[in-house]
């Protein structure tokens, strides 16, 4: 990377991927010196694989854009509690509009979606039924959910919205990729929607 850095011009990149797998460790320290994230005032897209949380943390306080982006995250951390914090931060909030961390469940207790998010895109590993009613309720803008799998499992012991709660929801299409989903609970997902 040294050798090209140069060459690049950072205020004309508007896609950034930042990969630190195997066999190329410690490529996001090597990229923070030879780079200051603040110049890349075009980013458009950023995509980080395999960051840890230190560098992730790093990396979303310093970005400098005025407009929205798409922000993909790997986490190679085992415990994505903090991924979670440092992605809902009131910073990152203002200007990502698509959020993919496919391999992270979603921890509903570790992530606050405020009214600044302007997010119409996420895609997620796992949630529960209702961590789902939880993001159309405060993701009003959010038009595409992903997520692998949609947990029914605890549905009828723990609180949830109600199938009468109304709230805005833009969603136009949810995807489940790696689940069997019962004919009921498919119309259970389907009935939220429409009552928003």
Partial sequence: ??????????????????????????????????????????????????????????????????????????????????????????????????????????????ITWSGQWILNYLAIQDCTYNEYLVILQQLPSLRTLVMRNCSFKYLNNTPSLSLTSHFDSRLTSLTVTDNYISQGNLALLNIIRLCV
Avoid: G
């Fill in 1 to 110: 990377m040294r050798a090209i850095s140069h060459l690049i011009k950072p205020e004309n990149v508007i896609s950034l991927i930042i990969c630190n797998d195997w066999p190329t460790r410690n490529q996001i320290q090597s990229f923070n010196s030879l780079f200051d994230i603040n110049q890349f005032s075009k980013l458009r897209s950023l995509t980080l694989y395999e960051i840890n949380n230190q560098d992730l943390k790093y990396i979303l306080e310093h970005v400098n854009t005025n407009h929205p982006i798409s922000l993909s995250i790997k986490s190679c951390e085992r415990e994505y509690a903090n991924v979670w914090t440092l992605v809902s931060s009131a910073r990152v909030q203002c200007y990502v509009q698509t959020l993919s961390v496919r391999n992270i469940d979603y921890q509903m207790q570790h």
